[in-house]
C-alpha cells in the first residue's frame, strides 16, 4: 500500500501516494547528463594533470641550458707578419680589432673580420733600446720594459663610431712618458711587475737571475699647486732556489708573487713598504719550474703554469683561527700536454684560458676549479687573450699568426659541486656553503651554493612541525573522541577559518608584533610546557576532589572550559618563573648567558618565531583532516570496544588512532607540503640570512622565500635567473617525493588496518 508521506508530515491522515513515473526520455536525459558530469570530471583532472605537467616542462627548460657544455667555434686565422712578445696581446670588445705588442717594437693592429693589416703604430722614445719585458696593468693597460733599462706606460683605446649603420672600430693607442727604473744602472728589464694603488705605485723589475729592484712612487698632494711625486728604488733581497722565472705583483701591491726554476712560489710581503718581507715559500703539485703566473680578475686568485704542464691556483687566506696569512693551494686543473707558456684570465668572471708550447688550449673556471673546454691551435703557441665579454678567445703562435676561436660559455660558474657542494671563495679560510648571489664589484665571485637553502627549507618546517603536529593531532584526537558535540560544532569551523587567514598577514604581524613580544619572555617559553604541564595535572587532582553530584552538573565534554583559568595561571606562572631564572641564574641577560655558555647569538627575527607563526599557519589543515579522518573511523568499533571493558582514553588510542592512521598520516605530510612551500611567513619572520646553523636562535633562508627576493632582479636568461628555476625544480620534487612517500605509507597503513 502506498502511503502519503507529504500528508503525514503535514499530521493529516495517511493518503495514497502518487506513483513515481519514470519515463524513457527522463531517463535517458538523466544517462545522458550523467555521462556528461563523468566527462566533465574527467577533464577536469586531466587539466590538472596537465597544467603540472606543463609547469614542470617550463621550469625543466629554463634550468636545462645550466649544464650545457661549452663550446668554441673556430672563426678564421690572421697574421701579423712578424714575432710576437710573450705578453701585449689584445682585442675590442667586439672582437673586431685585436692587436698585439711584436719583438721590433712595434704596436701592431689587425681586422679580424677580413684580416686586413691596420696602420701600426711604432713605439716612441725607444731609441737604441729594445723591447724586452711587458707587464700588463689591467685590461689593454701595460708597462713595457727596454734593454736599457727603462720603463714606457701604454694603454690601448678604441674609438666606436657609427657610419651609415655599421659600426667602426679604430684603435688610439696612448703611450705615457718613459722613465728610468735605476738610471746609475742600465741594466736589461728581464720581467716587469707593477700595480697602481691608492698609496703610489709600486714597480717590481728582475734585472738578473735572482735580482729584483723595487721602485716606489709616492704622491704629495699640496693645497696649493701641483702634486709632487717621489720615486725611491733599492733592491729586495730574494733568497730562492734556483733562477726567478716569472713574476707578478696584485693590484693592491700587497704581495708579490716569484716563480721559480726548482718550482717554488716564494711571497713577499709588501704591506710594509719600509721592510718587504719574505711570507710563504709553495711548491707547485708537478715539483717542474714554474713558467708563467697570472691573477684573476680582483687579483686575489693566483694562476700558475709550470714546465710540466701543470695549471694550478692558490690563495693568500687567513687561518681558521686566527694569526698571519698563509698561501694555500685550492685547485689543480687538467695537465696539459706541453710546458704552459701564457695564460689569459676573463675580465668579467673568474674564468681563464692557458695555453701550451705545442699549441693546445684550456678554458677553465678558477671557482670550481673545472676545466671546461679544450682547443688546438696547430703550432707552438706564443701569447693569448681571453675577450673582454668572455665570448671568445685569441691565441698567437711563434710565427706571428693569429687564431681567433668563439666560445659559447654562458654558466661557466655552474656545476654540481659548486651547487650542492663545498666551495673554497676567494677570502675564506676553508671551503663553506655560501650563497651570496651579488656583490658591489665588478671582480665579485657569484656563490651559488644551494645546500644553505634547502637547509633553511627543511629546518623551518623541522620547527613549523614541532610546535603543529603535536597541537593539531592531540586537538585533533579531544574535538573528535572527548568534546561534546555542541561545543565541537563551534570549534571546529573556527580552526577551519585560521586557514583562511592570508599567509603575508601572519608573516607581518610575526615580524613587526611577534618577534619583539617573543625576544622579551624568552627563558619564559622554554618553561612554558613543563609548567602547564604541572598546572593541568593539578588542575584535574582539584576536579576530582569535587564531590560527583557537583561534578555530573557539567556535560560530558564541556570541562575543557574548566581548562582556560588554569591555562592562563600557568603560563603567567611560566613567564614570572621565566624572568627569576634570567635574573638569578643568567646573569640578568640571557643574550649574554647564551653567548658565553653556548657560543650561540640571538636573532630577533629567528626560527623560534618562525616556528610559531608558521605551526599557527600549518594547525588548521593537520587538525581538519586528521579529525575528519577520526570521525570516519566506524561507531561500532567504538561500541565494541567500549563493550569490552576498555575507556574512552583506551579506545581512542587503541582502536580509533590506529584506524584512523592513513589519513592523520596524510594530515602530517600535507602540513609538511604546506610549511615547505610557505614564503611570506618565512620571509618577513626570519633575517633572510643564508646560514647554515640548526640553532633555534638564528635566522635562516628557505628555497620559496630565496626565489620571491631574487627572482624580481635576476637577469632574465642570466645564471642567477636559471639556478632561482633550479631551486623552484627542487622545491617541486621535494613535494612530489613527500607526496608519494606519503601515498605509499597511507596505502600500507590502510591494508593494515582495514580488518579493524
Same mark, same amino acid.
Given at each position: ?74 672563426l ?9 712578445? =710573450? ?21 701592431? @693592429? ?26 700588463a ?20 683605446? @678604441? ?6 649603420g655599421?659600426r667602426?672600430?679604430?684603435?688610439a693607442p696612448?703611450?705615457?712618458e718613459?722613465?728610468? !727604473? ?51 728604488? #733599492?733592491?729586495?733581497p ?20 716569484i ?25 707547485? *703539485? ?25 695549471v ?66 696547430g703550432? %707552438?703557441?706564443?701569447?693569448?687573450v ?15 699568426? $693569429? ?19 663545498k666551495?673554497?671563495? #676567494? ?23 644551494l ?10 618546517? @623541522? ?6 603536529v ?5 586537538a ?16 571546529? %569551523? ?6 583562511? $587567514? ?6 607581518? !604581524? ?7 613580544? /617573543?625576544?622579551?619572555?624568552? %627563558?619564559?617559553?622554554?618553561?612554558l *610546557?613543563? /609548567? ?10 582539584v ?19 574548566l ?65 575528519d ?45 604546506? =610549511? ?52 623552484? $625544480? ?27
Amino acid at each position: 500500500m502506498a502511503i502519503d508521506t507529504g500528508a503525514l508530515r503535514a499530521g493529516g491522515p495517511a493518503g495514497a501516494a502518487r506513483p513515481l513515473v519514470l519515463t524513457k526520455a527522463r531517463t535517458d536525459r538523466r544517462m545522458r547528463f550523467d555521462r556528461w558530469a563523468t566527462r566533465l570530471v574527467a577533464l577536469g583532472g586531466l587539466s590538472i594533470i596537465v597544467s603540472i605537467l606543463m609547469i614542470l616542462i617550463v621550469i625543466t627548460a629554463e634550468v636545462f641550458p645550466l649544464f650545457r657544455k661549452p663550446a668554441a667555434r673556430l672563426l678564421g686565422t690572421s697574421s701579423l707578419a712578424s714575432a710576437p712578445l =710573450a705578453s701585449g696581446l689584445g682585442v675590442d670588445e667586439y672582437r673586431e680589432v685585436a692587436y698585439a705588442l711584436t719583438a721590433d717594437g712595434v704596436l701592431r @693592429f689587425v681586422a679580424l673580420g677580413d684580416g686586413r693589416a691596420i696602420t701600426a703604430v711604432p713605439l716612441p722614445t725607444l731609441g737604441e733600446g729594445r723591447v724586452a719585458s711587458v707587464a700588463a696593468l689591467g685590461r689593454d693597460r701595460y708597462l713595457i720594459g727596454t734593454t736599457d733599462g727603462r720603463v714606457l706606460p701604454l694603454e690601448v683605446k @678604441f674609438q666606436v663610431d657609427f657610419k651609415d649603420g655599421r659600426r667602426a672600430v679604430t684603435p688610439a693607442p696612448i703611450f705615457g712618458e718613459s722613465w728610468a !727604473l735605476a738610471p746609475s744602472a742600465r741594466r736589461p728589464i728581464l720581467r716587469l711587475a707593477a700595480a697602481t694603488p691608492a698609496s703610489g705605485q709600486l714597480t717590481v723589475a728582475q734585472t738578473g737571475p735572482t735580482e729584483l729592484m723595487l721602485q716606489t712612487v709616492v704622491e704629495t698632494k699640496a693645497l696649493i699647486g701641483t702634486a709632487t711625486k717621489r720615486a725611491s728604488v #733599492e733592491r729586495l733581497p730574494v733568497e730562492v732556489d734556483g733562477a726567478i722565472t716569472a713574476l707578478r705583483l696584485d693590484g693592491r701591491g700587497e704581495d708579490l708573487f716569484i716563480g721559480t726554476s726548482r718550482g717554488q712560489i716564494v711571497r713577499f710581503d709588501l704591506r710594509d713598504r719600509a721592510s718587504p718581507a719574505r711570507a710563504d715559500v709553495a711548491h707547485v *703539485p708537478s715539483g717542474a719550474s714554474v713558467s708563467v703566473v697570472d691573477f684573476l680578475i680582483g687579483d686575489r686568485t693566483l694562476v700558475v703554469g709550470d714546465e710540466g704542464g701543470g695549471v694550478s691556483t692558490w690563495q693568500v687566506v687567513p687561518p681558521p683561527h686566527g694569526g698571519a696569512l698563509r698561501m694555500v693551494g685550492l685547485h689543480e686543473f687538467a695537465r696539459h700536454r706541453a710546458p704552459v707558456v701564457a695564460i689569459g684570465p676573463s675580465t668579467r668572471d673568474k674564468g681563464f684560458v692557458t695555453a701550451d708550447v705545442s699549441g693546445g688550449l684550456h678554458v677553465s673556471y678558477g671557482t670550481s676549479g673545472a676545466t671546461l673546454l679544450r682547443m688546438d691551435a696547430g703550432g %707552438p703557441l706564443r701569447a693569448l687573450v681571453f675577450a673582454p665579454k668572455a665570448d671568445g678567445v685569441l691565441a698567437l703562435d711563434t710565427n706571428g699568426r $693569429l687564431v681567433h676561436w668563439a666560445v659559447d660559455n654562458p654558466n661557466p660558474e655552474v656545476t654540481l659541486r659548486t651547487l650542492f657542494g663545498k666551495v673554497w671563495y #676567494e677570502g675564506y679560510s676553508a671551503p663553506a656553503y655560501v650563497w651570496q648571489s651579488t656583490g658591489g664589484s665588478d671582480d665579485f665571485e657569484a656563490k651559488l651554493s644551494l645546500t644553505p637553502l634547502v637547509y633553511g627549507t627543511l629546518k623551518g618546517t @623541522f620547527y613549523a612541525l614541532l610546535v603543529a603536529v603535536p597541537l593539531a593531532l592531540l586537538a585533533a584526537l579531544y574535538v573528535s573522541e572527548f568534546m561534546h558535540s555542541a561545543i565541537k560544532g563551534y570549534v571546529k %569551523p573556527v580552526v577551519e577559518i585560521m586557514a583562511a $587567514l592570508p599567509s603575508v598577514v601572519l608573516g607581518f !604581524l610575526a615580524g613587526l608584533w611577534l618577534a619583539p613580544l /617573543v625576544e622579551r619572555v624568552v %627563558p619564559g617559553l622554554f618553561v612554558l *610546557p613543563p /609548567v602547564l604541564t604541572v598546572a593541568i595535572l593539578a588542575g584535574l587532582l582539584v576536579y576530582r576532589t569535587v564531590p560527583a553530584g557537583l561534578r555530573q552538573r557539567f556535560r560530558s565534554g564541556t570541562e575543557v572550559f574548566l581548562l582556560i583559568p588554569v591555562v592562563a595561571a600557568g603560563a603567567w606562572a611560566a613567564f614570572a618563573l621565566g624572568g627569576a631564572i634570567e635574573a638569578t641564574l643568567l646573569g640578568g641577560d640571557y643574550h649574554g648567558w647564551l653567548l658565553r655558555a653556548l657560543g650561540l647569538t640571538y636573532d630577533q627575527r629567528n626560527s623560534l618565531v618562525v616556528g610559531i607563526a608558521m605551526g599557527f599557519a600549518v594547525i588548521p589543515v593537520i587538525f581538519t583532516i586528521a579529525e575528519d579522518s577520526l570521525a570516519n573511523v566506524p561507531q561500532h568499533l567504538r561500541a565494541g570496544s567500549l563493550a569490552l571493558g576498555a575507556t574512552r582514553w583506551q579506545t581512542a588510542v587503541r582502536v580509533v588512532v590506529p584506524t584512523a592512521s592513513p589519513g592523520i598520516f596524510s594530515a602530517v605530510m600535507i602540513g609538511f607540503g604546506r =610549511a615547505v612551500g610557505e614564503t611570506m611567513i618565512v620571509l618577513m619572520a626570519t633575517g633572510n640570512t643564508p646560514v647554515m646553523d640548526w640553532s633555534i636562535f638564528s635566522g635562516f633562508r628557505a628555497l620559496s622565500a630565496n626565489i620571491a627576493v631574487e627572482l624580481p632582479e635576476a637577469p632574465d636568461g642570466g645564471t642567477l635567473f636559471r639556478v632561482l628555476f633550479l631551486a623552484a $625544480l627542487l622545491l617541486f620534487c621535494l613535494t612530489f617525493a613527500v607526496n608519494t612517500a606519503a601515498e605509499v605509507v597511507r596505502l600500507r597503513l590502510r591494508r593494515k588496518y582495514r580488518y579493524l
